[in-house]
């Protein structure tokens, strides 16, 4: 909303202020002002009133006329003219030799032949109005040679308040309110409006109205008659152009100017079909046509203003075309009214239509002021048209009233929530310049919220304590950190193994990290041949390709995998992120979080990158929790899943998560040669799966012994096979075994393994090693397992 | 006698002729070993008298010991100088070639993230963790954003099939977090003092400036004497060591439903310091998060009596943040998924 100083200087008298200064400090206070600030007439000098005293054809031009224009200087002054709305005794706006429009000197110019000593401006050209159709057309009575500014407020400080930031002030949608925040940051009075006293007319007739309907909560109108003008004062025009709204015409203007002013958006009815104003909502929908010629689809939600049964306003949005004002018209009815707010949310949320009217009673106007926008109007059109007449008395339906709020509290509760020392006497100069009534009595507040604050603003002792320190200035404030008592933190279990999970991934494994959205790719899923899985939707995705909610982080990465796959020949990344598994018997998304792991290479292949990824992982448990991984052949559940290399992650029994070599279709589709192993892990099962502490064993002081043997392994055998022929057969002296090396032909798959024994308490004898060893080999035999060169 | 100054003679001429370690063992056998020539003499001693024993014993051993000398000098030298030829042997290496960097990276908002944590957590905070989907009543309800508010209108949200929605705030969290330590303030007088980081949804097109998922870290502080004087604190506290200067901040107005009074929160330019220039459009200031003191009916809501406590809250854009910190012009390269883009944020504590 475009807000003009001259404007709100007529009800707050700002002499000697800095005006800049004014308005950085609103926007401190009270709204958020746009960064630029207008200063309307500023590039504009040297413009005066002329009259035109001949008017000739140019002999060689259709469109330049010869003038002699009188400036008020005594002499007569030539000027070529190319307006088409010249006429002798016309009186314009004239730039003097010397005079500045913008960048532009004006000079003696010549122009087809003849000297130009000025210039006639349209009103284009001085930047008061968007009309550039012909030259401006004075019709006030004023000398020659006055400088137009001295009979215009061309000059004026325009700035723009971000709307969003006015969200909660109904107030502050007209010049009025922001006047009285002008005069509170200001320490000066707000002045009263001038108003025509109403009371005159009580003795008209009344006009039939009648609510019908409890979303309207008040309903005034007058009818007037004999208006004569039709274009509006000068500086009237300039306000609304300043402000950002086109002039109409006199009574169109006029009320928007009232909105402007007052915040009380008006419309004006030709009396002629308005005979018996009825406000309902009707029961079936129906097309109407609004005043813009669009017709509307309207439903039985909204609520109209109608002739008895016809409509002719959609109420609080917009007139219809019908009851318009029209040339013919004689009498008109002035409507000015409080509606639901939420009801004209809706409706115009369902229109699709939002205009200033309906912008505005969505904030929750205050219907007090309903009549006093009636009398600000009238006087208003009297003073610019004083042949009007009142032909019926004020007609006013007021069925809702908000409650007057009264909130009590005392100074110790600003001092709380302050956190700094305000005196009582600024607390109450402030309140009471805001409109606020205040009693206190022996640091006791009582406090009477005025009407205009009390449709939803202030409610609460909270909100009061906005008003006080918003002007007193929070740069004012001393600042101070608490004195709140110190305990010890907790850490969230899960936060903490992510933090560390990142860690050894980033820097033990040079893995990135990547963000990817929470819904499934359809399209790059796609083209990976990897169908979406049924999963929840969302019910109003604007874009189909992210409708449906990711049940796994796999075919995300798979998808990312892709687009880098040129990035480097060898990669990894991962993402610590969250799933919806479907929902539960609540209709609750039964949402995890997941540790996804993606590598891709093309310089490894599959089974070192499968084991590089096994160890991984195995790494981390150990690291985080001293848990040992243990894995176990998976089932492939999804279409990118490799059959056979497939696992599940395990701690002890618990399944914390699956890991994978992709499946070859999808394989290739991301990269003919690379190798790709993925795993995901979820971060609560992972947490929530047992801890192991830290057992410390002492080093042996006796000499450990090893003993190696290499064994041709038949297929089917797997290493967990072989460790369980030694499992039970080591005593306490079998600490540890390990493959040290491995041995792969066509045929044959063969493995040293290497056994360490050693006892902290004695020196071992080969016997005793012997004695095991034998009885491990005895069971290795028995699954059929060869011992090499033994 | 003879002998002895042959020998002598013969020895100092071979070492003098042996260039390796492997010759001048063989000479140390030949001389001095078992079968070697002193050796021989010392052997062949018995058939001697007394007295020429005793006289040539004496020779015989100090040749032995000149010999041994002789020897480990040769030996030292020549060590020294397969030292010397190692050294020589290897070719000083151009140290000046282009550097591996491969290496691992974090994601940009870990590293903000992080950093913010950190902070908090030094100052006493817990740091929460919450899902993404969540209700209608721990987005808006609890909140104080009853059905057809406005401020509904502000936040174009995703809502689920099922009639759940993707989290539009941080603040969904609020009401739970209140809930969680609620019991702990009341009974035990422990501040409420929880972070919040993660990640939330606003269903809108995308663009340079626009993203539909983007991250926010919530703070919120009750115990009975929260105060705007100690947001303000805790605020520029919070954002000096985030960008690791004194940061100036300023409070103006702002409206949301959940706090009362609440404010817009700028921060001094971090390019121009205030100044004014085309990163803070001429202002010299940064819009940087919404506060606020926490709106008595949220504390109600989570089981707080707002007679008795006070809080503040507040809603750091995270996103934003690593933006500002790290000069991404591109909200959407955050989750480009881009390699090129992402790897270049190595750790940044």
């Known amino acids: ?790 | 006698m003879d002998k002895i100054a042959v020998l002598k003679e013969e020895i100092t001429k071979k070492l003098s002729e042996t260039a390796d370690l492997f010759d001048l063992d063989k000479i140390r056998v030949a001389y001095l070993g078992k079968k070697g020539s002193i050796t021989a003499l010392l052997k062949g001693m018995k058939d001697l008298s007394p007295e020429e024993r005793k006289s040539f014993g004496a020779e015989v051993n100090k040749l032995k010991t000149f010999a041994a000398e002789k020897i480990e000098e040769k030996i030292t030298e020549l060590k020294e100088k397969e030292v010397e030829r190692e050294i020589a042997s290897m070719p000083q290496f151009d140290i000046t070639t282009p550097v591996d960097l491969s290496r691992g990276s974090y994601h940009p908002i870990t590293l903000v993230q992080r950093q913010c944590e950190a902070i908090f957590k030094s100052m006493g905070f817990t740091v929460e963790d919450y899902q993404e989907v969540v209700t209608d009543y721990e987005c808006f309800e609890s909140l104080n954003i009853p059905k057809h508010h406005p401020a509904r209108d502000m936040q174009d949200t995703y809502y689920l099939e099922n009639g759940q929605l993707l989290k539009s705030q941080t603040s969904a969290a609020q009401n739970a977090i209140l809930k969680k330590y609620g019991k702990n303030l009341i009974e035990n007088g422990v501040p409420i003092k929880a972070i919040f980081p993660g990640r939330c949804f606003r269903n809108e097109a995308t663009d340079a400036c626009h993203e539909n998922t983007f991250f926010q870290m919530e703070g919120v502080m009750v115990d009975k004497d929260i105060s705007i004087s100690n947001l303000i604190f805790f605020m520029k506290t919070m954002l000096s060591e985030v960008f690791r200067k004194d940061i100036k901040v300023r409070l103006r107005p702002g409206f949301f439903p959940f706090v009362e009074p609440g404010f817009e929160l700028d921060i001094s330019c971090l390019i121009c310091g205030g100044d004014g220039c085309p990163s803070c459009k001429h202002s010299g200031w940064l819009e940087l998060c919404p506060c606020g003191m926490i709106h008595p009916n949220v504390l109600k809501e989570g089981g707080i009596d707002p007679e008795e406590y006070t809080g503040f809250a507040f809603g750091l854009g995270l996103t934003r943040l690593a933006m500002m910190k790290y000069g991404i012009k591109d909200i959407r390269d955050l989750n480009s998924g881009s390699l090129r883009a992402l790897s270049q944020f190595t750790d940044d504590e």
Not at chain 1, 271 to 291: A, G, Q
Not at chain 1, 306 to 335: F, H, K, Q, R, Y
Not at chain 1, 512 to 536: C, F, M, Q, R, T
Request: aromatic share 8%; with cysteine; glycine share 4%.
């Open chain 1, 1 to 790: 909303m475009f807000l003009s100083m001259n404007w709100i200087q007529d009800f707050v008298d700002l002499s000697g202020l800095d005006k800049l200064e004014l308005i950085h400090k609103f926007s401190l206070s009270t709204a958020e002002v746009e960064n630029e600030i207008f200063h309307k007439g500023s590039d504009i000098s040297g413009i005066v009133v002329a009259e035109i005293k001949s008017v000739e054809e140019h002999p060689d031009s259709k469109k330049l006329h010869l003038l002699k224009v009188d400036a008020g200087n005594g002499e007569l002054t030539d000027v070529v003219c190319g307006a088409p709305n010249v006429r002798v005794g016309m009186k314009t706006a004239f730039a003097q030799l010397g005079a500045k429009i913008g960048d532009i000197t004006i000079a003696p110019r010549p122009l087809a032949g003849f000297t130009s000593n000025g210039m006639c401006c349209s009103e284009a050209e001085i930047g008061i109005s968007d009309d550039n159709s012909g030259i401006m057309d004075i019709t006030d009575d004023v000398a020659n040679g006055t400088d137009i500014k001295d009979i215009y407020e061309v000059d004026d400080i325009v700035f723009e308040v971000d709307n969003k930031s006015l969200t909660n002030r109904p107030d502050l949608w007209g010049h009025y309110g922001i006047a009285r925040e002008f005069a509170s940051l200001a320490g000066r009075e707000l002045k009263p409006l001038d108003v025509e006293d109403l009371k005159a007319y009580d003795e008209l007739k009344k006009i039939d109205m009648k609510i019908e309907d409890d979303l309207c909560q008040r309903y005034s109108c007058l009818q007037v008659e004999n208006i004569k003008r039709n274009i509006s004062p000068v500086n009237m025009r300039i306000r609304l152009y300043y402000c950002g709204m086109r002039g109409i015409n006199f009574l169109a203007d006029l009320t928007n100017y009232l909105m402007l002013e007052m915040g009380q958006p008006m419309h004006a009815f030709d009396s002629r079909k308005v005979e018996k104003i009825r406000i309902k909502r009707f029961d079936k929908p129906f097309v109407f046509r609004t005043l813009d010629g669009i017709d509307r689809n309207i439903d039985e939600n909204t609520l109209m203003i109608c002739n008895d049964n016809t409509p002719v306003a959609i109420a609080g949005i917009m007139g219809g075309l019908d009851s318009e004002i029209v040339d013919d018209t004689t009498t008109l009815t002035l409507e000015s009214a409080t509606f639901n707010a939420v009801s004209i949310r809706k409706s115009t949320v369902r229109l699709a239509h939002r205009t200033d009217a309906s912008m505005r009673y969505e904030k929750c106007l205050d219907p007090e002021m309903t009549d006093v926008a009636i009398a600000r109007f009238l006087y208003l059109l009297k003073k610019y048209d004083s042949d009007v007449k009142v032909v019926s008395s004020l007609t006013d339906e007021y069925a809702f009233h908000y409650d007057t709020v009264t909130l009590g509290f005392d100074k110790k509760f600003v001092d709380r929530y302050t956190g700094i020392e305000i005196d009582n006497d600024t607390i109450v100069k402030t309140l009471t310049s805001l409109g606020f009534k205040v009693t206190l009595d022996n640091n006791n507040f009582s406090v009477v919220v005025p009407s205009w604050r009390a449709t939803k603003d202030v409610t609460l002792k909270a909100d009061i304590i906005e008003e006080i320190t918003r002007i007193y200035g929070y740069d004012n404030f001393d600042i101070n950190t608490t004195r709140s008592p110190l305990y010890p933190v907790r850490v969230d279990a899960v936060k903490s193994n992510e933090d560390k999970i990142k860690d050894i991934l980033v820097k033990k494994y040079n893995l990135h990290e990547l963000h990817s959205y929470v819904w499934a790719y359809n399209d790059e899923l796609k083209a990976l041949n990897i169908p979406v899985e049924n999963n929840i939707k969302l019910a109003n995705a604007t874009n189909p390709n992210i409708e449906t909610i990711r049940n796994s982080i796999i075919p995300t990465q798979l998808c990312q995998v892709k687009t880098n796959a040129s990035y480097s020949p060898d990669f990894g990344i991962f993402e610590i992120g969250r799933v919806v598994n479907g929902i539960d018997k609540n209709n609750l998304c039964i949402e995890n979080k997941k540790l996804a792991v993606t590598l891709f290479s093309k310089t490894k292949d599959i089974k070192t990158l499968y084991f590089e990824l096994r160890d991984m992982l195995a790494v981390i448990t150990n690291d985080l929790k001293h848990e040992t991984l243990s894995f176990k052949k998976a089932e492939p559940a999804h279409s990118y899943e490799h059959p056979i290399n497939l696992n599940a992650i395990m701690i002890g029994e618990k399944e914390i998560g699956t890991m994978g070599i992709v499946h070859p279709v999808v394989g290739k589709k991301i990269d003919k040669k690379a190798s790709i192993v993925f795993a995901e892990i979820d971060m609560s099962e992972f947490t929530q799966a047992e801890n192991c502490a830290i057992v410390y064993e002492e080093p042996s002081k006796f000499p450990p012994m090893d003993y190696d043997i290499s064994l041709e392994i038949p297929s089917g055998v797997f290493y967990s096979d072989l460790a369980e022929c030694w499992k039970n057969e080591g005593s306490a002296i079998l600490k540890n075994t390990k493959i040290i090396d491995t041995y792969d032909t066509e045929t044959v798959h063969s493995l040293t393994v290497r056994f360490e024994f050693s006892s902290n308490s004695r020196t071992l004898s080969s016997n005793e090693v012997q004695e095991i060893m034998d009885k491990v080999i005895a069971n290795l035999e028995k699954l059929g397992v060869k011992l090499r060169n033994a």
